[in-house]
């Protein structure tokens, strides 16, 4: 069975951090790029990171850029997202997403699976 977890939220403070991952089973990890998506209360779920098979290519959207680091281990089938400087307007239900992209990724591509969420809290 195909399975993508995205695990590691929690409540948090204003400026503290947290790293989720994003573990996959049942196919072939090193073959997909992943991405990284979030949803807040209220709002549409947005693309906010991707990473490449190799890890060569890796993209934040602009207002996570700095604070967030994607990173990946196709040894143990995980994605990162180390998450610092975390802000109220973080919080949201964080997914991963697999993408059939051999080069690069995209946060704006096809997602063929769905990682359950993980709820990341920020607040005092």
């Known amino acids: 069975e195909v399975q993508l977890q995205a695990s590691g939220g929690g409540l948090v403070q204003p400026g503290g951090s947290l790293t989720l991952s994003c573990v996959g089973s049942g196919f072939s990890f090193d073959d997909y790029a992943i991405a990284w998506f979030r949803q807040a209360p209220g709002k549409e779920r947005e693309g906010i990171s991707c990473?490449?098979?190799?890890?060569?290519?890796?993209y934040y959207v602009d207002h996570v850029k700095g604070r967030f680091t994607v990173s990946r281990d196709n040894a143990k089938n995980t994605v990162y997202l180390q998450m610092n400087s975390l802000k109220s307007e973080d919080t949201a239900v964080y997914f991963c997403?697999?993408?059939?992209?051999?080069?690069?990724?995209?946060?704006?591509?096809?997602?063929?699976?769905w990682g359950q969420g993980t709820l990341v809290t920020v607040s005092s």
């Open positions: 990473i490449s098979i190799s890890s060569g290519t890796k």
């Open positions: 997403g697999t993408e059939n992209m051999i080069l690069g990724c995209s946060i704006n591509g096809r997602i063929e699976t």
